[in-house]
């Protein structure tokens, strides 16, 4: 009778650590896009306050582009496109602290999606609640 409770006991010890693991994974991905979007928030910024102060134009975007996946690889998020997202972004939210704290829960894509398609605050707010929910 002992082996048998000390098996369930075991198989039960060894579910709490499992839970554990994944929830310490869980918050370590969100961390992670917090920190992901903040940094996107602030090349955003970088590129619009270079554009204001400079008078560079589009091409510094390209260039950038190009610089930053030649140092960090293609797949590094740096494309052209998204470095527009990210200025697009950073514009999009500059104004709004509240919304600022609330798009580091979601991912990027979802990001992207409410912000080039919301164009007021209040919906932006709705589908980014709506997305940290779901």
């Not at 369930?8 to 896009?33: C, D, G, M």
């Not at 590129?47 to 560079?56: F, M, P, R, S, T």
């Not at 602290?97 to 409410?114: A, K, M, Y």
Request: glycine share 6%.
């Amino acid at each position: 009778m002992n082996k048998i409770l000390d098996t369930v006991q075991f198989k039960e010890f060894v579910q709490e650590i499992k839970q554990k693991i994944y929830s310490a994974k869980s918050k370590a991905i969100l961390s992670a896009n917090k920190l992901m979007i903040e940094l996107y928030f602030e090349i955003g910024k970088s590129i619009v306050e270079k554009q204001e102060a400079l008078g560079w134009g589009k091409s510094v975007v390209e260039q950038m582009s190009r610089d930053l996946i030649n140092e960090f690889g293609e797949k590094s998020g740096y494309s052209t496109q998204n470095l527009w997202y990210m200025r697009q972004f950073y514009l999009g939210y500059k104004d709004n602290l509240n919304l600022q704290q609330l798009v580091g829960e979601i991912p990027w894509g979802s990001n992207i999606l409410i912000f080039s398609r919301c164009k007021d605050d209040s919906e932006k707010e709705y589908y980014i609640k709506n997305t940290i929910e779901n």
